[in-house]
């Protein structure tokens, strides 16, 4: 078992210098921050004390022994254990309501016996999930607030314990790294925050060798999803369903209508987030029909 924490990256690159190397199998502890980095632990914070240098780290990466370009790498999820408080925030011009709110609000949630305390009647089921997690991308340098093909801030709430995520490889190694850990979040994130909170992720990494993806795809217990995300939400949308089509057409040996019509009758469609500077969507499909997704 693998333990990493405090080695932080605002970007994802394979020019970042990895933590240790790991191997195919092996378990890894993510001690991860929040959003903020955790500089805001109060509610009599505001966010002209928030240095938006130190947004979205991520921890990591980790050198994956064996992970090579066009391989797919699959990260399960096995545990996500958060801290006792959360924070949430709401600042003008940013979220879908951003252009209503007149000031900035920074506000402390305390996390009580798996419920999220918003006020004293209005306690939210804690559900924790994974707002950042990637490899390197194929070129250049991506800060983690930056959905794409490589991961990123895709603030899925599907990737939760439980669930495995399936992330292209484009570099040696992989260079995965994680973290924006959220207590609870809503589909599509409107107020640009869900409650944001440190955690602790475990998780087991598998090399899937000979198989090549070209976007994010994931597993849970009910449905297989494909992962999109980009600037045009309609793009966004195109991109999950066509990847999710020509899966169909694959796996149950069906043509390009009739996988496009069982995808209408039985696929949703669903947001993950649409306030960072790509918006991601999924496409599901139950695994009463799709058992996998490779």
């Given at each position: 078992?693998y333990?990493?924490?405090?080695?932080?990256?605002y970007s994802?690159?394979?020019?970042h210098k990895?933590?240790?190397?790991?191997?195919?199998?092996d378990?890894i502890?993510?001690e991860?921050r929040?959003?903020?980095?955790?500089?805001?632990?109060?509610?009599d914070?505001?966010?002209?004390?928030?240095?938006?240098?130190?947004?979205?780290?991520?921890?990591g990466?980790?050198?994956?022994e064996?992970?090579?370009?066009?391989?797919?790498?699959?990260?399960?999820i096995?545990?996500?254990?958060?801290?006792?408080y959360g924070?949430?925030?709401a600042?003008?011009?940013?979220?879908v309501?951003?252009?209503?709110?007149?000031?900035?609000?920074?506000?402390?949630?305390p996390?009580?016996?798996?419920?999220?305390v918003f006020r004293e009647?209005?306690?939210?089921?804690?559900?924790?999930?994974?707002?950042?997690?990637?490899?390197?991308?194929?070129?250049?340098?991506?800060?983690?607030?930056?959905p794409?093909?490589?991961?990123?801030?895709?603030?899925?709430?599907?990737?939760?314990?439980?669930?495995?995520l399936?992330?292209?490889?484009?570099?040696d190694?992989?260079m995965?790294?994680?973290?924006d850990?959220h207590?609870?979040?809503?589909?599509g994130?409107i107020?640009?925050s869900?409650?944001?909170v440190?955690?602790?992720?475990?998780?087991k990494?598998?090399v899937?060798?000979?198989?090549?993806?070209?976007?994010?795809?994931?597993?849970?217990?009910?449905?297989?999803?494909?992962?999109a995300?980009?600037?045009?939400?309609?793009?966004a949308?195109?991109?999950?369903?066509s990847m999710m089509?020509?899966?169909?057409?694959?796996k149950?040996?069906?043509?390009?209508?009739?996988?496009?019509?069982?995808?209408?009758?039985?696929?949703?469609?669903?947001f993950?987030?649409?306030?960072?500077?790509k918006?991601?969507?999924?496409?599901?499909?139950?695994?009463?029909?799709?058992?996998?997704?490779f």
């Open positions: 078992m333990t990493i924490s405090n080695h932080k990256i994802m690159s394979q020019n990895p933590v240790f190397t790991v191997h195919d199998g378990e502890v993510f991860t929040d959003c903020f980095d955790n500089q805001l632990t109060s509610s914070q505001t966010m002209d004390q928030l240095d938006w240098e130190h947004i979205n780290p991520a921890i990466p980790v050198f994956i064996g992970a090579a370009s066009n391989d797919t790498l699959k990260v399960s096995l545990d996500i254990q958060v801290e006792s924070i949430m925030v600042v003008p011009d940013n979220g309501l951003g252009k209503l709110v007149k000031t900035s609000e920074v506000r402390k949630i996390i009580v016996d798996g419920y999220a009647d209005l306690k939210i089921p804690c559900k924790p999930m994974i707002g950042v997690i990637g490899v390197a991308p194929p070129k250049g340098e991506i800060p983690c607030g930056t794409g093909e490589h991961g990123g801030n895709m603030d899925n709430g599907k990737i939760a314990a439980g669930a495995a399936y992330l292209p490889i484009f570099h190694g992989a995965l790294a994680m973290g850990v207590a609870a979040m809503g589909d994130e107020m640009v869900g409650i944001e440190p955690a602790k992720i475990k998780v990494i598998e899937i060798k000979g198989i090549s993806i070209s976007a994010p795809m994931l597993e849970d217990a009910d449905y297989c999803y494909t992962i995300s980009h600037e045009d939400l309609e793009k949308i195109f991109q999950a369903a089509n020509e899966i169909l057409m694959d149950l040996h069906l043509s390009f209508n009739e996988a496009g019509m069982l995808l209408s009758a039985v696929g949703n469609l669903e993950c987030q649409v306030v960072d500077p918006r991601t969507v999924r496409m599901a499909v139950p695994r009463t029909l799709l058992k996998t997704l």
